[in-house]
C-alpha cells in the first residue's frame, strides 16, 4: 500500500515545525512592543496667538478667518474652534481615510494664503495630532541648593541633549523653571533729566547690537569674508551701551537704568512631590518601540545621575513604558495560564500521551507562526494583538482537539490498523469539513472592516490578528500535527491502544423524542434575552485600570498665579494624604497635550502604587470627595492617563457631552448652564462642566488720540511705554555661551503694577518731561468675558461630565429623558449628544450591521458545505440563539455591552456554527447504515467528548482574561465574559436543542442496503 503523504514527508514537515518555532522565537524577540496599535488618529490641531487680544476681537479677526481657510479642505468632517484672549484653538476632524500628512499640508498652504489678512505677528502652529505627539515618560528636576533659572539652564543644555540622542525620541519638552533675562529698570527721574523716553533707549540698544557682514576680502589666494560685530557679550558690556552724546556729555545705559540677572515673568509653573520642579517630557518618534525607549532613557538618566551636582534630584513621574510591560506581562500571563488550563482538560479526556503531547506541541508551533506573520506584516505586540491571540486560543486548541480525538477515536476502533494510514484516512475524511469549520469562525471577522471610528481602527486591529490566528490554525492542524502525532507514536514505542467501542448515550433519543424540552429551552432563552437586552448597561470602549489619574483642575476667572498655587497646595495636602499615591506633578498655566491654557487652569498627574488597597476608581472617588468637602474655590475634572489622551486624539476626551447649537451666544451660554444643573441631578454623573470658560478681568486703557497729537506722542509710543510699565519691552539680547539672553527694560523691579500704580503712572513726552496718565487716556477696569466656541461654523456650548459609577447608556437616557421634561428650547437651537455616547451608538449601529453579514456568511459557507437549506437555517438558528448565553453572563456579572463584549457575541456565531457542521456531518454519515434516530443519537454520542473538551477547554483558556486580573486585562474582559457565556448555553444548544430539531425536520431516511464497506472507509462512524 501507498504511503500516507504524512508518513513520507513527516521528517521534513517536522522540520517546518521546527523553523517555526524559531521563527516564532526570533519574531517575539524583535517585534517591537506598545500599549495600543500605531494608530492614525484623523485630527489636525492649528493653535494661533496674536498677542493679548479681546476676545471678540480675536473671533473676527484670527479664528473666523481660520475657519473659512480650513472649511474648504478635501475629507473635513468636523471643524471646532475656541478662542480665548489672544489666542485660538481649532481642531479638523478629518475622515479616517483620509492622509493626514497631506491634510495638514493642505491646512498649511491655506493658511499661507490668508496670512497676510491676519494681524501682525500672528503666531501659527499645525500639528497632527496622534500618539506620538503625546508624552511617554516624564520625569521631575528639582534641588534644594540651585534656583529656577539653574534648574531650567541644567535641563536646556544638558539633560535635554543627552536624552535626545537616544534613538526612538523626537522631542524632549521642558516644562516650568525660569528663564533667564536681563532687566534694566528704567529710572524715570533721570530718563527725564536727560530728555529720554523708552522708545529712544530701545532704538540705542537695538542699533548697538548686531553683528552684519561687509564683505569678503581677499588676500594671498585666502578669501575673508568681514564682519562688524557689536554683539554683547556680557552684562559690562551691556550697563556701557551709549544711550545719547552730545558736546555736553555721554550717557550710559548704566546713568538711567539698573541693570542686573533677573528670572522672566512666568505665568506657568510646574511642581513634584509638592516641590517646585522643572518637568521633562520624553515624546517617542511614531512607531517607535516604547519599552526600549524607556530602558534607554532609564541608562542615560543613570548616566546623568553621576554627572549632576550635589542636591538635584531627578526623578521619575510618569512612566508609560512600565504599564505597556506591565499590561503585555499581564495579557501574556492570562494566555498561558489559559492555555496550560486548557491542556489539562485535554489531558483529562484522552488520557492518552501521544494524544495529549500532540495538542501541547501543536498549540506552540500556531502560536510562534502567528507571531511571525504579525512581524512580518509589520504590526506590534500590543494590548490587543495580544488579546486577539488570547480570545482565539480556545478556537485554535479546538481545532488542534478535533484532529487528535478523531485519530485517537480511531484507534480506539481500530487499535490493530496502521498509524500512517489511520492519520491518512481520518484527515483526507475530515479535509472538507476543516476548511466549512475555519471558515466559519473567519468569516465573522470580515464584516469589521466596515466598522468605523476609533473603535474600527482598534478592533480592526483585533479580528485582523484572529484571522491571522485562525488561518496559522489550519495550516498547522492541516499539515503539521498529523506529523507530530506520528513522530509521538513512534517515540512512544509499539504498546497498541486498546480497543474501546463507542458508548450510545440513551438521554439523546430521549430528549428528541420529547421536543417539550428544547422548546422550552429556547422560550426561555428568548424571554431572558427579550427581558435582559433593554436592562443590560451599556457602555463604549472597555476601560482598563492604569493606576494614574489625570486631574484638570481651573481656580475662578482672574485668580492669579499665586493664588491659584495656594490653593492647590491645599490639594496636594489630600493628594498626598491617600495612602495610595506614589507620586504626582503638577503644571500650572498649562497642560498635557496641546492645548491653549489660562494661568489659572493646569492639571496634576497622579501615579497610584502598584500594590494597593483600592482600585484607581475608588481613590479617585475618594480625592473627589475631600476635594468637594474642603470648600476650595477650584473646579475639577478627573479621568486616567491613556484614557485621556485617547481623548484628546478623538473628538471629545468625556463619555458624555451635550451640545447646544444655536445663533446667539448668550442664550447658548443660558442652556448650557440650565443643561449642566440638570445633568449634575442625574445620578451617576460626576465632574460636570457647563462648557463655560471665562477669561479674567480686563483692565482697560483708552487714549485721547487728540491729546496725545497735541503733545507730539503716537499711538504706538503711548503703548510702548504702557508695556514697558507692566511687561516690560525686550530691547536686545546678550550672546550667552549657549543661548541669547533677552533684554529688558521696565520700571518696576519686582516685575508687578497694581492698579493704583497704573491709573497714577507718569507719560514721558518725547523731550523726557513727566505728564500722568489720567491727562492723555481713561482707565477702566471691565469683567472677564467667556470663552467662544463654535463647531462648523455655528455657535456652541457643550456640556460634559463622567461617569460615577453608572453605565453610559443608561445615564445618557436619564439624562435625554430630564432634558425633554424640564427644558423647552426657543426656534432655531437644537441639542445633539456627543462623546463616548455619539461613538457607542454609531459602533454600535455598525455592530449590527457586522453580526448581520457574519450571519450571512456563515449560512453561506454552511449551504455550500451541505446544499440543504434548512439544515443550514436550523445551524444558523442555534448559532444566533447562542449569543443568548453571552447577554444573560454579561448581564449577570454586571459587565456592560461595549464594543468589546459585542464583538464576543459575534464570535459565538461563528464558534457554534463550527461546532454543528461536524455534528451535521457525522449524522449524515451514520444515516447510511442507521434509521434517523439512531444516526442523531450516534452523532451526538460520536461528539459528546470532543464537544465538552472544546468547550472546557476555551472556557479554561478565557477564564483569566473575564476575571481581569492584572493590569490592562480589563480591556478584553467584556469579550471573554460574552464568550464564555456563549460557550456554556452552547453546550445545551448542541447536545439538545440541535438533534431536536433535526430531527423534527429530517424527512429523509437513506435505504436500508446503503451500508458503506468500513474496509473502504473505517471512519464512517468516528467523524467528528
Not at 228 to 257: H, P, W
Not at 290 to 296: C, E, L, N, P
Not at 620 to 632: F, H, N, Q
Not at 947 to 974: D, E, F, N, R
Request: aromatic share 8%.
Amino acid at each position: 500500500m501507498k504511503k500516507s503523504f504524512f508518513a513520507e514527508y513527516e521528517k521534513p514537515l517536522l522540520l517546518v515545525a521546527l523553523l517555526i518555532l524559531c521563527g516564532g522565537i526570533f519574531s517575539f524577540t524583535h517585534i517591537k512592543s506598545s500599549l495600543f496599535p500605531q494608530i492614525t488618529f484623523p485630527k489636525i490641531k492649528v493653535v494661533a496667538d496674536a498677542g493679548q487680544q479681546p476676545i471678540d476681537r480675536m473671533e473676527i479677526s484670527v479664528t473666523r478667518p481660520l475657519e473659512e481657510a480650513i472649511k474648504q479642505m478635501p475629507d473635513l468632517k468636523v471643524l471646532k474652534s475656541t478662542t480665548s484672549r489672544g489666542s485660538c484653538e481649532i481642531s479638523a476632524l478629518m475622515s479616517w481615510n483620509a492622509d493626514m500628512d497631506l491634510g495638514k499640508q493642505r491646512i498649511e498652504a491655506r493658511i499661507a494664503q490668508i496670512r497676510n489678512t491676519l494681524p501682525a505677528g500672528t503666531d501659527i502652529t499645525v500639528e497632527k495630532m496622534d500618539p506620538s505627539t503625546l508624552s511617554v515618560m516624564g520625569y521631575s528636576l528639582s534641588s534644594d541648593s540651585m534656583s529656577p533659572v539653574e534648574l531650567k539652564q541644567l535641563a536646556l543644555y544638558t539633560i535635554k541633549p543627552l536624552l535626545s540622542q537616544v534613538a526612538g525620541v523626537s522631542d524632549i519638552q521642558i516644562i516650568g523653571g525660569w528663564d533667564k533675562e536681563y532687566w534694566a529698570v528704567l529710572d524715570r527721574a533721570a530718563m527725564s533729566r536727560f530728555g529720554l523716553t523708552p522708545e529712544i533707549v530701545a532704538n540705542a540698544a537695538a542699533n548697538t547690537d548686531f553683528i552684519k557682514a561687509d564683505g569678503y576680502s581677499s588676500d594671498y589666494r585666502h578669501l575673508y569674508l568681514t564682519l562688524t560685530d557689536t554683539g554683547l557679550r556680557n552684562i559690562e558690556q551691556l550697563k556701557n551701551v551709549v544711550i545719547k552724546s552730545d558736546a555736553k556729555r555721554t550717557i550710559y545705559f548704566k546713568d538711567i537704568a539698573k541693570i542686573e540677572i533677573h528670572a522672566a515673568k512666568q505665568y506657568i509653573e510646574a511642581n513634584a512631590n509638592g516641590k517646585e520642579s522643572v518637568l521633562i517630557a520624553i515624546i517617542q518618534q511614531p512607531g517607535a518601540n516604547v519599552i526600549d525607549v524607556g530602558k534607554a532613557i532609564r541608562q542615560k538618566i543613570e548616566t546623568l545621575r553621576k554627572s549632576m551636582p550635589e542636591n538635584v534630584n531627578l526623578s521619575p513621574y510618569y512612566i508609560q513604558s512600565d504599564f505597556v510591560i506591565d499590561a503585555i506581562k499581564s495579557v501574556r500571563d492570562a494566555l498561558l495560564i489559559g492555555l496550560l488550563l486548557a491542556m489539562i482538560v485535554t489531558v483529562l479526556f484522552l488520557r492518552s500521551f501521544r494524544a495529549s503531547a500532540t495538542v501541547l506541541i501543536t498549540i506552540p508551533v500556531t502560536l510562534s507562526l502567528t507571531i511571525s506573520v504579525l512581524y512580518a506584516c509589520g504590526q506590534t505586540v500590543n494590548i490587543m494583538t495580544l488579546g486577539a491571540i488570547a480570545a482565539s486560543i480556545g478556537l485554535i486548541i479546538d481545532d488542534a482537539i478535533v484532529i487528535v480525538e478523531q485519530i485517537h477515536r480511531t484507534h480506539e476502533e481500530y487499535p490493530g490498523k496502521d498509524s500512517g494510514t489511520l492519520v491518512r484516512d481520518a484527515m483526507d475524511y475530515l479535509f472538507r469539513a476543516m476548511i466549512g469549520s475555519s471558515l466559519s469562525t473567519i468569516v465573522i471577522f470580515l464584516p469589521f472592516m466596515l466598522m468605523s471610528g476609533v473603535a474600527g481602527a482598534y478592533f480592526k486591529v483585533m479580528t485582523n490578528t484572529m484571522i491571522i490566528a485562525l488561518v496559522c490554525s489550519f495550516f498547522t492542524t492541516w499539515l503539521l500535527l498529523p506529523a507530530i502525532y506520528l513522530f509521538i507514536s513512534g517515540l512512544s514505542g509499539t504498546k497498541r491502544i486498546v480497543y474501546s467501542d463507542l458508548k450510545e448515550r440513551k438521554w439523546v433519543g430521549y430528549v428528541i423524542r420529547r421536543p417539550w424540552i428544547s422548546y422550552l429551552f429556547i422560550s426561555f432563552l428568548i424571554v431572558c434575552t427579550v427581558l435582559i437586552i433593554p436592562n443590560i448597561s451599556t457602555g463604549f470602549l472597555p476601560e482598563m485600570d492604569e493606576g494614574s489619574i489625570v486631574m484638570d483642575y481651573s481656580s475662578p476667572p482672574g485668580t492669579s498665579l499665586e493664588e491659584t498655587d495656594s490653593e492647590l497646595h491645599e490639594i496636594e495636602k489630600i493628594i498626598k494624604a491617600n495612602p495610595d499615591v506614589e507620586t504626582y506633578s503638577r503644571r500650572t498655566g498649562t497642560q498635557m497635550g496641546f492645548f491653549i491654557t489660562e494661568p489659572n487652569c493646569g492639571d496634576y498627574l497622579i501615579q497610584l502604587k502598584k500594590t494597593r488597597k483600592e482600585t484607581t476608581l475608588q481613590v479617585t472617588d475618594e480625592i473627589r470627595r475631600k476635594i468637594e468637602e474642603s470648600g476650595l474655590p477650584l473646579t475639577v475634572d478627573f479621568g486616567q492617563v491613556i484614557g485621556d489622551m485617547l481623548g484628546d486624539l478623538m473628538s471629545s476626551a468625556q463619555p458624555i457631552e451635550i451640545k447646544i447649537f444655536g445663533p446667539d451666544q448668550e442664550t447658548v451660554r443660558e442652556y448650557s448652564r440650565k443643561i449642566a444643573g440638570i445633568v449634575r441631578k442625574v445620578k451617576g454623573t460626576a465632574d460636570v462642566f457647563d462648557g463655560i470658560v471665562i477669561a479674567g478681568p480686563s483692565v482697560r486703557i483708552v487714549p485721547d488720540l487728540s491729546v496725545l497729537g497735541r503733545y507730539g506722542i503716537s499711538s504706538q509710543d503711548f503703548q510702548y511705554q504702557m508695556q514697558t510699565l507692566l511687561d516690560g519691552n525686550i530691547v536686545g539680547n546678550i550672546f550667552d555661551k549657549e543661548q541669547l539672553t533677552p533684554v529688558r527694560i521696565l520700571y518696576s523691579g519686582n516685575g508687578n503694577v497694581s492698579l493704583s500704580e497704573i491709573e497714577n503712572s507718569m507719560i514721558a513726552l518725547p523731550d523726557g518731561k513727566l505728564k500722568p496718565l489720567k491727562e492723555f487716556a481713561s482707565v477702566d477696569i471691565t469683567g472677564g468675558a467667556a470663552e467662544i466656541d463654535r463647531e462648523n461654523l455655528q455657535n456652541v456650548g457643550t456640556v460634559t461630565a463622567r461617569l460615577d459609577g453608572n453605565d453610559l447608556g443608561g445615564t445618557v437616557k436619564n439624562i435625554r429623558k430630564q432634558i425633554n421634561l424640564n427644558l423647552k428650547l426657543l426656534p432655531g437651537y437644537e441639542i445633539v449628544y456627543g462623546g463616548s455616547y455619539a461613538g457607542q451608538q454609531k459602533s454600535f449601529g455598525e455592530l449590527l450591521l457586522i453580526l448581520i453579514i457574519a450571519c450571512l456568511l456563515v449560512f453561506t459557507v454552511i449551504l455550500f458545505l451541505f446544499r440543504d437549506v434548512i439544515s443550514a437555517l436550523i445551524i444558523m438558528f442555534i448559532s444566533i440563539l447562542g449569543i443568548s448565553g453571552s447577554y444573560i453572563l454579561l448581564f449577570l456579572t454586571g459587565t456592560p455591552l461595549n464594543v468589546g463584549s459585542y464583538t464576543g457575541l459575534i464570535m459565538i456565531v461563528g464558534i457554534i456554527g463550527e461546532n454543528a457542521i461536524f455534528t451535521y456531518l457525522q449524522f449524515h454519515e451514520s444515516l447510511k447504515e442507521k434509521n434517523k434516530e439512531r444516526a442523531i443519537v450516534y452523532a451526538i454520542s460520536t461528539r459528546l467528548r470532543p464537544k465538552l473538551m472544546t468547550a472546557l477547554s476555551a472556557v479554561a483558556a478565557l477564564m483569566p482574561l473575564a476575571l481581569g486580573i492584572g493590569t490592562g486585562a480589563q480591556m478584553h474582559q467584556p469579550l471573554a465574559i460574552a464568550v464564555i457565556g456563549g460557550f456554556i448555553v452552547a453546550l445545551p444548544l448542541l447536545l439538545v436543542v440541535y438533534p431536536t430539531l433535526l430531527f423534527k425536520t429530517f424527512r429523509t431516511d437513506p435505504p436500508s442496503d446503503s451500508s458503506p464497506d468500513p474496509v473502504a472507509n473505517p471512519l464512517s462512524d468516528s467523524v467528528r
